[in-house]
């Protein structure tokens, strides 16, 4: 197969950048998205230009690392999957593709198609955990847990955090990402001391780090490649508004910072 | 010469870690916070070791290559995690945990090691729960535990297919807390370049910043690595395509021993190679073969679809060799037996190098639902890759390189021969012998970094003055301008070769050679042709952009260049150790079944290599392997 690429170049986050064309030939149906990527990027190498800086690890959709806007969409053209799970065969022989970064005020393009996520660590950082310290668990099976409560808990902990979510976004929102960790932990019954602050903590910071508001458009769940359902947000609502609430009344330690 | 002293408690074997920590010295809260330690990596080792001493009080700085710590490659692992808890009252014990786990290995790692993995291994689990790792249970509410290769107990605790993502989602979020309090200071993007010590003493680290490509050095009172395995020394393989050696290599050059490196694990269950563009292989959790059966057909040439084959046609040959283990057969020993059916000629699929894992008779027995509840996200990833339907159709799968049991030699407090330097999870080279099995990765890599470190750095700060360097010393500046010149260097070349290229032939020689089965005439080839093809790599690759900038060709160089030289030292290993074990089969040394010979009597101790410098071969050194417990058996799965 062959196809013609433009793809975004930018070679900092100061300098702008523009779409560039590249063709990208003989490529076989079997190969990846990103495999399609290193052939061209070979080329380039030997033809002494620099190659097209993307950012991926795992390649097989767990690690959240690779983060391409493929034809306008955020992960490509697949429902369900990371752009290292796209495969040639989904395109047309001879397709004109467009690939580009993830864009969001909150997400700085770093260099081509490669941003900065590390606004999202930091929503965990200030409140998306259990504090709890090595060593001061009781015996596991000390606490029964039904099994249809740790699945449902699992479907959302399977965040893998790639920010696809907020690309797809036309407001930015993180509410989807922020919305699997408060549902995954709120669920739990090891989570509910911190239930509130957690939420509180998680919404602020979600706020200062420049994501937008949620308008339910629900393009982050069309986009979302484990499939989180776009019901958490109404979820994470709920408990943020009743943590703001209990929050008026008692003495506030909105410091979560850390637990 | 380095004397190996593995610093074995005294004592009975099921009392050495207990009275162990009952006599490491302390380091009282105030003056932990006054040493800083150094952790390098932030996968279920790293970031559990982080957290835990950070919690402690001590200051941390965590480093990783990935944008975020949450992205280890620990993310990936599928199965699940091995505990002793006998929860399902089957026979388990901690006993019996050792016991497998020494004779999956094969008798080549260290006894007194392995029996604390597994006491501290229920610990584990009820940490995890506390943090809200969502584990599969059942339906009165207690935790399910599914069967691995290796052993007759359900003893491997599972969260669907995605254990080593809820796992370390757990430890990254213990990690962020404490990012959050300003415990530790977390540094992502960050290569590790070198290791830098002061007075023999691992007193620091140069990273290079990936996004700017600024080199800096971090000093702290200790270092500990925590980088992971080596596996991508053969290019294709199921690890992260990051994943690398540099921070290990350049820690052995340094004078740290690099134990067992020819030990490395091929997984029987990968999805076959489809073409010569591939990038990376991906596994089949081993835990499919719970309800998966292998086969192949019968007869040699037979290319019927498998439907086609009738029952009486088809070559069951785990379960036909294998009798008490079928399916489960520990990994080495599954690995060979397709390898050999497919040498045969009776492999399926395009290429002929792949076998059958078939689930109707698990679908028939339990329904389609059930599979998808226990498998959805392997099948679907089989159906992703191959676009095939394996609810319909039996998977074709193929072994790949899938871990690495050698590693930086340690000792029982997991320090390795140079004092401050620690080396924790699977890049250390501690627990699995020759042959690692399933679900005992994520054990060790939490059970070093959550119950094990903690305590043993503590006995060397205590006793170590506190000295943290300048980064403007001697040392650091050396190393810095080593790192700079070697960079140069790679850059100034502008030679007619792909770093992926050469990358692609050295993993040739590897998987030709020092493979699944290796002979001391393929090890000698490939001790030729590894050092022509480093000269050709230093002679003629090409790395376009510069080295002050976000360079990923940059990245790869480096990480290839010190490939180049590890791979040698793994053919050497594999040549030095004229006998078979475990993952180790040296066709010199079989029995007429094709299984492992192993030779107790010359081989039963670690080989930890001494490097010697640029010009001299490394030295062996050998830590004898003493088996107070339990003897040394010949392992059947028969
Ligand atoms: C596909 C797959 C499935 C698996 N499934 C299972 C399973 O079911 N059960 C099981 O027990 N085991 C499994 N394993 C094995 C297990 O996942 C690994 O052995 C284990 O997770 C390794 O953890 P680690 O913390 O030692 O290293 P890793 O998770 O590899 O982390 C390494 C860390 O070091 C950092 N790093 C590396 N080099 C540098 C450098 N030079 N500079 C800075 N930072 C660096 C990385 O950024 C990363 O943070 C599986 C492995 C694979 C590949
Ligand atoms: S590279 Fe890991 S999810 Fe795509």
Redesign the interface.
Known sequence: MNFTLRVWRQ??SRTPGRLESYPARNI?P???F??ML??VN?Q???E????I?F???????????CSLVIDGEAHGPEER?TSC?I?M?SFKDGATITVEPFRSKAFPI??DL?V???A??RI??????????????????A?????DL??Q??DV??C??CGACVAACKNASAMLFVSAKVT??GL?P??QPERDRRVRAMVSTMDAEHFGNCTNQYECEAVCPKGISAANIARLNRDYALASLKGMFTKKSES???? | MTQLDAKIPSGPLAQKWDRHRAAIKLVSPTNKRKFEILVVGSGLAGASAAATLAEQGYSVKCFCFQDSPRRAHSIAAQGGINAAKNYQNDGDSIYRLFYDTIKGGDFRSREANVYRLAQVSVNIIDHCVAQGVPFAREYGGLLANRSFGGAQVSRTFYARGATGQQLLLGAYQALSRQIGLKQVQMIPRADMLELVLVDGQAKGIVVRDSVTGKISSHSGDAVVLATGGYGNVFNLSTYARGSNATAIWRAYKKGALFANPCFTQIHPTCIPVSGDYQSKLTLMSESLRNDGRCWVPKKAGDKRAADAIPEEERDYYLERLYPSYGNLAPRDISSRAAKRVCDEGRGVGPSGLGVYLDFSDALKRLGEATIRERYGNLFDIYHEITGENAYQAPMRIYPAIHYTMGGLWVDYNLMSNVPGLFVVGEANFSDHGANRLGASALMQGLADGYFVLPYTIGHYLAGSKKVKPSVESAEFRQAESETEARIARLLGIRGKRTVSDIHKQLGKILWENCGMARNRQGLQDALQKIPALREEFWGGVTVPGEGKDLNQSLEKALRVADFLELGELLCRDALAREESCGCHLREEYQTPEGECKRNDEEYAYAAAWQYAGETSAPVLCKEPLIYEELPMATRSYK
Not at chain 1, 55 to 65: A, L, N, P
Not at chain 1, 143 to 147: A, N, R
Not at chain 1, 256 to 259: L, V
């Open positions: 070679p900092n076989d079997n190969m990846s990103l495999e290193d052939v070979e380039l190498t030997l002494n230009r620099e190659p800086a950012d991926h690890d795992c390649r097989e959709g767990i690690c959240g690392m999957v799970q495969y065969r770093l260099k490669i900065d996520r590390s999202l660590d965990i950082q200030s409140g998306g955990f259990i504090s709890v310290n090595t060593g001061q668990a009781p015996d596991a099976n606490l029964p847990i039904g099994k740790a699945e808990a699992f902990a399977h893998i955090g995954h932990l739990l090891q989570g979560a910072g850390g637990g």
